[in-house]
């Protein structure tokens, strides 16, 4: 890979990895809800689970979808109602009282396993696969998922800090449900990129 093309995967990586998108918008909902500490396996699954999601799309999972399209849409309609699930569940969270809550951060391989129906996820690993290891070879599928890898992880942390910074303002229990139900809201909003495609 050269020089050029290196840069021009890293830029993909970070402007991909840092603008909104549901792993974005559910990390700064649990920054508010969580804090930043506890939302660390979150943001550690979804660094990893995109990082394993670009190998196997590289693998071979790209072909599958061009070979049955019929596969990518059901995919589609399941990633979909997925992401509204979880809309609904952040729209109906309820403020935890000094951090402590029966209700709990995303853990680690839940926040991996989520990838395989995060759209945007799917949009950026096939992109990334296709732009920039076309020749889906194993050295450059793998310098594709390590760049992602590199980048990914302090852009998700920036939107857990803000989220941790925006609870701070959020003194009051209907100040965090409005917050929540802001988030849901924009989660829902995330996906009509999705449906227009």
Same mark, same amino acid.
């Given at each position: 890979?050269?020089?050029? @093309?290196? =840069?021009? =995967?890293?830029? $993909?990586? $970070?402007?991909?990895? %840092?603008? #909104?998108?549901?792993?974005?918008?559910?990390?700064?909902?649990?920054?508010?809800?969580?804090? $930043?500490?506890?939302?660390?396996?979150?943001?550690?699954? %979804?660094?990893?689970?995109? *990082?394993?999601? *670009?190998? @196997?799309?590289?693998?071979?999972? %790209?072909? =599958? @979808?061009?070979?049955?399209?019929?596969?990518?849409?059901?995919?589609?309609? !399941?990633?979909?109602?997925?992401?509204? *699930?979880? !809309?609904?569940?952040?729209?109906?969270?309820?403020?935890?009282?000094?951090?402590?809550?029966?209700?709990?951060?995303?853990?680690?391989?839940?926040?991996?396993?989520? /990838?395989?129906?995060?759209?945007?996820?799917?949009?950026m690993a096939l992109s990334a696969v296709t732009i920039?290891?076309?020749? /889906?070879?194993?050295?450059?599928?793998? +310098? &594709?998922? +390590?760049?992602?890898?590199?980048?990914? +992880? #302090?852009?998700?942390?920036?939107?857990?800090? +803000?989220?941790?910074?925006?609870?701070?303002?959020?003194?009051?229990?209907?100040?965090? /449900? !409005?917050?929540?139900?802001?988030?849901? %809201?924009?989660? &829902?909003?995330?996906?009509?990129? *999705? =449906?227009?495609?």
């Open positions: 890979m050269t020089i050029e @093309l290196f =840069l021009s =995967l890293s830029g $993909f990586a $970070f402007v991909t990895s %840092i603008t #909104p998108g549901p792993n974005n918008l559910m990390l700064m909902a649990s920054g508010a809800n969580y804090g $930043f500490r506890r939302t660390v396996p979150h943001m550690l699954g %979804i660094g990893l689970g995109f *990082v394993v999601m *670009v190998v @196997l799309v590289g693998a071979g999972i %790209i072909g =599958l @979808l061009d070979a049955w399209p019929a596969l990518y849409w059901g995919l589609k309609v !399941a990633c979909l109602v997925y992401l509204l *699930v979880l !809309a609904w569940r952040i729209s109906g969270a309820e403020a935890p009282t000094g951090r402590k809550n029966a209700r709990r951060p995303m853990r680690f391989w839940e926040a991996a396993l989520f /990838q395989w129906v995060n759209p945007k996820a799917w949009a920039y290891a076309p020749s /889906q070879s194993v050295g450059a599928v793998l +310098l &594709v998922a +390590l760049v992602f890898g590199a980048i990914n +992880l #302090p852009s998700v942390s920036v939107w857990t800090l +803000l989220g941790e910074r925006v609870a701070m303002i959020l003194t009051s229990t209907r100040a965090l /449900q !409005a917050f929540n139900r802001t988030m849901a %809201i924009l989660l &829902v909003a995330s996906l009509v990129p *999705v =449906l227009m495609n």
